[in-house]
DNA sequence: CGCTGGGTTGATGGCGATCAATCAATGTGG
DNA sequence: CCACATTGATTGATCGCCATCAACCCAGCG
């Protein structure tokens, strides 16, 4: 683990889902990645545009963004280490967001074109990045649900129950303790509120002692309750089904 | 196109995104369908199960759902004929939501392993499909931007305009008029707010001459300005990328 | 006919927006 | 080392969107 160069991130992040063979592994570790290290609220991958290629999060947090006629901006979605944040360009003909940075960010690009003939040789890979699109996708929803029917408070605590969770996986969150860089600004962002009411809901909610949240330091100090409040089930987080047996059997065509 | 047989209805969805050549479509109409109808508010595929089917709509119109501790729901999407409502379950250990029927609706299920199979032996078809899943996504952001940043008003011309949108695209809109049986109930749903504020943006958009909406039947008398107002662009709508030629050529292990 | 589900309208109140001021922490140039 | 600027957190005052409760209407229907 110590050391670990950055495609294996990728790798352990993938292997949350499924066990890789070593045929997979090497495939991934032969891919040729492009770094770039994006400081706070620098654009990832910028809406509009049409990438040719896709990046994962090696170090920090970024977050995808949506921009109103308004100037206003919503954000969908935290990503964390390991994320493959911008798979959807793969797909996609036009970004219908950006991907920016949460705090200093360093991220992996891979060629689409690379990672396109990666899949053709392995139909396991195929089958877990398309995985990763559709677990993202539930998380959307669980977020839709926060934004459209639980009061900022609420929201906010799933917010937290989230990436306490993830982070935890990760073992990036010890005794429940992590750094995120982000602002109550990024908050009001995401929850969809202001940044005075944010700022409300998070002494609340530290007033419960159900947390600390002091210089980008969050410490949980009763997940249990936070939960509670947040009507947070973990069940849309984890890992999806395993490859059928038969998607390994792709015939040329 | 006059009388359709069901799989040309998913057939016709999916060459919206890519021409298929005669060896897909022969797959697909080889596929065995089951199909049921719905009435409204009945779940078509429930919460927290794992079906071993996967579903498209034949006719009508369905919607996710989240539900909440207290009672409540949210609607995160509303489909239309042709929509692949149910591909998730295919990677999904477990809803994360169910799909219900808004008014009476057709769907047709198709089992999960007789769709892997033909996937195995179509790289186009399962880019499609893994498509379908992306560009879902991309739609449920849009939604969450309406959620979290715009007033029910205007979020309720977007979800207007969307709907126009797609239905135009299917020829299912002639003149800016169409059939939803949506109810104001399944609407607050939607938009996150209540029954009551729905009927008065509703009320407000048809003093400002923007639609008719009576008896479940939409007639949009302005859709510029009602795009305005909903700041609504519709390339998320749009199909993504092609596939790229080297996806093709799979490699047997 | 009366019942029922949905739509419409009014009155009142609360959550959260907005404007504004203050404070703490950090950085910068002199 | 100190004036000054900047960024983010915090708190107060006021205002508006939308929730809630309640009544009423209307169409369809048994």
Redo the contacts between chains.
């Keep these: 683990m110590s050391k670990a160069k950055p495609i294996d991130i990728l790798i352990a992040s993938l292997e949350q889902i499924e066990p890789l063979d070593q045929?997979d592994r090497d495939l991934l570790a032969g891919l040729d990645l492009r770094f770039r290290r994006f400081s706070a609220n620098n654009e990832i991958v910028r809406s509009?545009t049409s990438p040719g290629e896709s990046c994962f999060i090696v170090a920090g947090f970024a977050a995808?963004a949506?921009y109103?006629?308004d100037g206003?901006?919503?954000l969908?979605q935290i990503h964390v280490i390991g994320d493959f944040v911008d798979l959807?360009s793969?797909?996609?003909?036009?970004m219908?967001?950006s991907v920016i940075a949460i705090g200093p960010c360093d991220v992996a690009f891979i060629r689409?074109?690379e990672l396109?003939?990666t899949?053709?040789?392995?139909?396991r890979l195929?089958w877990l990045l398309?995985?990763l699109?559709?677990?993202?996708?539930?998380v959307?929803?669980?977020?839709?649900?926060c934004?459209?029917?639980?009061r900022a408070e609420a929201a906010l605590a799933h917010l937290i129950c989230e990436l306490l969770t993830r982070l935890r996986r990760l073992g990036a969150a010890p005794s429940n303790r992590f750094h995120i860089p982000a602002t109550q600004t990024d908050l009001a962002d995401m929850?969809?509120v202001s940044t005075v009411h944010v700022n409300r809901s998070l002494a609340e909610l530290r007033a419960r002692r159900l947390l600390t949240w002091s210089r980008h330091e969050v410490h949980v100090l009763d997940f249990e309750r936070l939960a509670l409040i947040a009507?947070f089930d973990n069940?849309?987080l984890?890992?999806?089904?395993p490859m059928?047996k038969?998607?390994?059997?792709?015939?040329?065509?």
Excluded: I
């Design positions: 045929q509009r995808r949506q109103l006629a206003g901006r919503q969908d959807h793969l797909h996609l003909r036009q219908d967001h689409h074109d396109v003939s899949m053709a040789h392995s139909p195929t398309w995985q699109t559709v677990l993202d996708g539930a959307a929803r669980t977020w839709m649900t934004l459209g029917r639980r929850l969809g009507d069940s849309y984890e890992p999806g089904n059928p038969y998607f390994q059997q792709f015939v040329t065509s």
